[in-house]
């Protein structure tokens, strides 16, 4: 508790001071994954102040973002074809965001409109994704689009609209930021937009690191860098295993 109030005061000061018009910070900016993660909480903190905006007279919206690492996804398509279900086609986006959040303090279609969101790709509507196809990189067919955000919101990995940001006081608001447990590691991005009358008039970013410690860190790094002993080595692991559990059935 003494540290959440420490970080508010910070903000408030920072805030109030004129130096900006927009503050905010994370209670965690970086996660460390071990072998009991099940996922993360984290607050983040903010502040609107100075002259951008009035946080006394002046109502605001706020929308936070938080984008993860890009990583290459495939999104495939089945067909029935008599009573067996098929992949008939997939798509492959090289470079899509593996975790993406937007909270709110009210719904979007209140607080701007689509051009105003579309201008800084906010909102999964409007994320440039480009798609793997026979001509290049272009822009994917919107069932693809649909299909990858349904895919990756089944997961906790897509999360849009899901959590609030709430307003604690004047020119004060949080939120929480929730990492699942299957979250990529990675650097991540953690953006705040201040809305007025439909325009943003601030907008503040924070990184965020998501990494492995420990055991897992060293496995990590051996299976990418050394896919192929990687492989030999989870193989003879494998066998050591089964011949293990066979000496200790026959006794």
Known sequence: MRRLLTIFGMIWLAATGGASALVTDLSNKRIEIRYSFNGADLILFGAVGSSAVDPVNDDFDVVIVVRGPEIETVVRQKQKIGPIWVNANNLSFPAA???????????????????????????????????????????????????????QASQDLFRQERDEVTHVGEGLFK??????????????????????????VARNRIPLVVDKEGFERAAYDFAHNY?????????????SAGWLAGVLGKK
């Open 175 to 200: 939120t929480d930021i929730r990492l699942p447990a299957n979250v990529p590691v990675g650097e991540f991005l953690v953006e705040t937009f201040i809305f007025k009358n439909g325009s943003i």
């Open 227 to 239: 896919p192929f002993w990687y492989g030999i080595t989870a193989v003879i692991i494998a066998l």
């Open 97 to 151: 965001p593996g975790y993406y959040a937007v909270a709110a303090s009210r719904p979007l279609a209140d607080i701007a409109s689509d051009a105003a969101f579309a201008s800084y790709g906010i909102g999964f509507d409007h994320l440039p994704l480009l798609a793997r196809t026979e001509r290049g990189l272009a822009a994917p067919h919107p069932e693809f689009r649909r299909a990858l955000f349904r895919i």
